[in-house]
Each structure stands twice: as structure tokens, then as C-alpha cells.
């Protein structure tokens, strides 16, 4: 049990050291009246309350519409990222979709990665998470980092 304690702990380090190298003013666990937030950030004046999981399974969806209650119960207009490092059950964006206003984005352990990256970092892979989720109403969209050179290019892709 330890074991896991510690890596939830190097993990909620690890996070604050990426916000804090895209200078995002990271406050990392901090309880409020009743409630956990395990951590939150500023990006261009708005404010987004972190989630952040490592399980042993998929988060269940209950664990997700938890943390949209919380950011749903804050100031108009706060955001929050749904970090989880284990996935997520088959259906759980639908349950943040369906009849609800979009305030949650989900992040996987492949989108942490690329945040973790030094050449993509964190504020690029939200960037393009909050572009697909306001373009196409896509709350878990996997980022995925692309290398383009010029030797990569085919000729299909120039027409």
C-alpha cells in the first residue's frame, strides 16, 4: 500500500514540475470545505482543477462525474483535466458528454507522456485537447506527437 502511496506522490510532483515549466502557476493538493483537489492551474487567465489518477484498473465513471460535480460547483467559466494513468472504462467520456456542458477534459497516460516531453510539453497537448473538445465536442481526444520532415512527406499528402 505504500508503494502506491509513494508513486501517487512522485507522480503529483512530477505533474507540478511540468505546469510549473510551462508557467502555469501550479497549486498542487489542497482541501477545500469538505473536498480534495488534488491540484490546479492558470492558463491565459482561466482556471483549471486537476484530477489526477494512477489505479490498478480504468477510473470507473462515477470518478469522473465526481470531479464534474466538483468543477461544475466553482466560478463560471473553471475548466478541469482528468489525469488518469490506468485508462478509462469503454463508455466513461459519453457520461461527461451526454446532456452535460463540456468542463472536463481526460488525459491518458499517452497524453501525459507527451506532456512530459521537454519538446511538446504540457500547455501544447492541453492546447490541442481544448481545440477538439470546443471544434468537435471531443472531451477525450488522444494526443498523439507528430514529426514532420521533409523526407516524411509523401506525394499524397502535397495534393
Known sequence: MQWYRNR????????YHVLAVDKLQPRIGYPIQGEQIDGSFVLDGRVFLLEAKWLKKPVPTKELLAFHAKVDGKLSGTLGVFLSM?????????ALTKG??????????RDVEACMDKRIGFRHVLEKKL?????GGLVYWPFSKT?????????????
Open 100 to 109: 452535460k456542458v463540456l468542463t472536463v477534459i481526460m488525459f491518458d497516460a
Open 86 to 94: 490506468s485508462g478509462y472504462y469503454e463508455k466513461a467520456a459519453d
Open 147 to 159: 514529426v514532420v520532415t521533409a523526407t516524411s512527406i509523401s506525394e499524397h499528402e502535397l495534393d
Open 131 to 135: 481545440r477538439a473538445a470546443a471544434e
Open 8 to 15: 501517487g506522490l512522485k507522480f503529483e510532483k512530477a505533474l
